[in-house]
């Protein structure tokens, strides 16, 4: 059974619309292509036409994936989510106790992360020693690197 995994909107409507580019430009393309080179003659040693059908198999593979994403996706209603603590949309602000370095991070769905917007993984090391705690509280977290100890500033929904 697949894993349920949780989407913003925007992140679940980004996945639709690839879904539908797929199915809706990709694979007719793809179906062209077969076509063309199936006329080209002898199919027992057409290169081409062997490369469009692994292409095809690899789009449909794509399709099938992202459809069972869909599928087992579930859309979070954030409003609904305590804001007391930090959870997943959470925006946090931290700052680090060893070189008093203040981060602003978003925790997101892993398929949601961009590190450069600010926004990381629910899943990542950093994000799970934050997820539970308040503001003022101090979070231990182990990275490759060594721990780091994180106090938390503030806490914020969108």
Known sequence: MAETVYYTEVGLKKL???????????????SQQIAEARDKGDLSENAEYDAAKNAQAMLELK???????????????????????????????????????????TLVPENEADLKAGKISVNSPISKGLLGKSIGELAEISVPAGKLTFEIIEINRK
């Open 63 to 105: 399709i099938s994936k992202l459809q069972e994403i869909l599928r087992n996706a579930r859309l979070i209603d954030e409003s609904k989510i305590d804001s007391s603590k930090v959870l997943i949309f959470s925006t946090v602000k931290i700052r680090n106790t060893n070189n008093n370095a203040v981060m602003t991070y």
């Open 16 to 30: 639709q619309e690839e879904l539908n580019q797929l199915i809706g430009v990709e694979r007719p393309l793809i």
